[in-house]
């Protein structure tokens, strides 16, 4: 609770500087990582739902384009060659509506973040569309999770006591994003079955 008040008040004083501190780090932890998972919800925890959302998407989509124009530049060819086979498929989808498919392949995921960054490189995606469509497509479920780390963080500030975790679940600032992420991820079920459909 002390280091979640500290955090909390640094960021009041600081904002542009914790801002923009968390995206170059960010930017630098999806280069070397390659997943974004922990940065979603630190971005919930220390700017809310809807400023988390809008930074942490910005940070995951510059710091995917970045491994997107290297990797395409460096090793296309290798790419090509482990993984066109079986992702042939999608071959045409990104030609027909460039923009639209990167949206959509961002959206369903069912990828590793770092293996989903490197795929579109058989396709020859612009980075522009490439970064675009990951930042449309990464909003529904960075929302989701920046509103669960959002609610941790009122949890934290609202009780003098740590909460049961009976008291965290039957929380609407915690159950409501388990029951939309667990929504979504049966919509992304459904449709990855279309769009990953021979």
Same mark, same amino acid.
């Given at each position: 609770?002390?280091?979640?008040?500290?955090?909390?008040?640094?960021?009041?004083?600081?904002?542009?500087?914790?801002?923009?501190?968390?995206?170059?780090?960010?930017?630098?932890?999806? #280069?070397?990582?390659?997943?974004?998972?922990?940065?979603?919800?630190?971005?919930?925890?220390?700017?809310?739902?809807?400023?988390?959302?809008?930074? #942490? #998407?910005?940070?995951?989509?510059?710091?995917?384009?970045?491994?997107?124009?290297?990797?395409?530049?460096?090793?296309?060819?290798?790419?090509?060659?482990?993984?066109?086979?079986?992702?042939?498929?999608?071959?045409?989808?990104?030609?027909?509506?460039?923009?639209?498919?990167?949206?959509?392949?961002?959206?369903?995921?069912?990828?590793?973040?770092?293996?989903?960054?490197?795929?579109?490189?058989?396709?020859?995606?612009?980075?522009?569309?490439?970064?675009?469509?990951?930042?449309?497509?990464?909003?529904?479920?960075?929302?989701? #999770?920046?509103?669960?780390?959002?609610?941790?963080e009122n949890q934290i500030k609202k009780n003098t006591?740590?909460?049961?975790?009976?008291?965290?679940?039957?929380?609407?600032?915690?159950?409501?994003?388990?029951?939309?992420?667990?929504?979504?991820?049966?919509?992304?079920?459904?449709?990855?079955?279309?769009?990953?459909?021979?």
């Amino acid at each position: 609770k002390s280091n979640s008040e500290y955090l909390i008040n640094f960021r009041e004083s600081n904002m542009a500087l914790v801002s923009i501190s968390f995206i170059l780090l960010g930017i630098l932890w999806i #280069v070397v990582q390659g997943f974004g998972s922990p940065l979603v919800l630190a971005s919930g925890f220390l700017f809310g739902s809807y400023l988390g959302t809008i930074i #942490v #998407v910005t940070t995951l989509s510059i710091g995917a384009t970045l491994i997107y124009v290297f990797a395409n530049f460096f090793f296309k060819d290798l790419i090509r060659e482990k993984f066109l086979d079986r992702f042939k498929n999608l071959e045409s989808k990104f030609k027909k509506k460039e923009l639209v498919f990167m949206i959509i392949y961002r959206l369903i995921g069912g990828i590793p973040f770092q293996i989903s960054n490197l795929i579109p490189c058989m396709f020859s995606v612009s980075a522009k569309n490439f970064f675009l469509g990951s930042i449309i497509g990464m909003l529904p479920q960075a929302f989701i #999770v920046s509103s669960l780390g959002a609610g941790l963080e009122n949890q934290i500030k609202k009780n003098t006591e740590p909460p049961s975790i009976l008291e965290l679940i039957t929380s609407p600032e915690i159950y409501l994003p388990i029951l939309a992420f667990v929504f979504l991820i049966l919509l992304i079920l459904i449709l990855k079955s279309l769009f990953y459909k021979n």
